[in-house]
């Protein structure tokens, strides 16, 4: 069933970003690894809709590079479509 409310800007950013990290995370193929991108996605998601979030703990199988690289990914999927705070000395 769909939504008779309209997609606000704030829904729009937050469908294209669940797009996008769910594209990302289908494309890892270990099992932790995949669970761990999961719940970091759903952590921002979190983030994104001002709900209380945990930093999603890793696995011990999860070597740190890949946690690491999958963090960085998918906080620059993030700030792709929500404002982040940004250093005063770097605006335009």
């Known amino acids: 069933m ?3 409310e309209p997609v ?3 829904n ?3 469908l294209r970003f669940n797009e996008e990290a769910v594209l990302y995370c289908r494309s890892i193929s270990d099992a932790d690894a995949h669970e761990y991108a999961m719940d970091y996605a759903r952590m921002l998601r979190s983030r994104a809709k001002g709900v209380r979030f945990e930093r999603p703990l890793s696995s011990a199988h999860l070597f740190v590079p890949d946690r ?3 963090g960085r ?3 620059k999927m993030y700030r792709k479509y ?3 705070y940004r250093v005063a000395s ?3």
């Open 8 to 10: 606000s800007a704030d």
């Open 68 to 70: 690491d690289l999958i």
């Open 82 to 84: 929500f404002a982040t």
């Open 73 to 75: 990914s998918l906080d």
């Open 12 to 14: 729009g950013a937050l």
């Open 90 to 92: 770097k605006l335009p």
């Open 2 to 4: 769909r939504s008779t």
